[in-house]
């Protein structure tokens, strides 16, 4: 059966479900911070949302944190989404001597002990 003239969404008005489905993914989804958080190296959530065993965390790859910022950069800045994002990289470590190990090893320490003492802090203030 042919097309009747004039029937359906007129050019450019956009589709209710689409539309509908964009809005519930950005509020309850929260795909934007969820990318800043991998890249920032957060801790992310896996595995199911609700149910009886313990969650699972995982931190993000490097690989994982600079796919994550394209995709950023490609929906902060469309224009520049045509040129392709890439990056050659080569991590190279030097061998450590023994105080630069306890160096690290120690810094790593302080910063843990610092962070759970302001802890410590807030809960006592609470």
């Known amino acids: 059966m042919p097309r009747v003239i004039g029937s359906g969404r007129e050019p450019g008005t956009p589709n209710k479900i689409v539309g509908d489905l964009r809005q519930l993914v950005l509020t309850n989804g929260r795909p934007i911070e969820f990318l800043c958080s991998v890249v920032r190296g957060q801790r992310v959530r896996v595995g199911p949302v609700a149910g009886p065993g313990a969650p699972e965390w995982v931190y993000p790859s490097f690989a994982d944190r600079l796919k994550a910022a394209a995709i950023l950069a490609a929906k ?5 989404a045509q040129a392709q994002l890439t990056a050659d990289l080569t991590v190279t ?28 802090l807030t809960a006592t203030d609470a």
């Open 76 to 80: 902060v800045m469309p224009d520049q």
């Open 93 to 120: 470590r030097e061998p450590m001597d023994d105080i630069e190990l306890a160096r690290r090893i120690a810094f790593i320490l302080t910063r843990a002990s610092d962070q759970s003492s302001r802890r410590s």
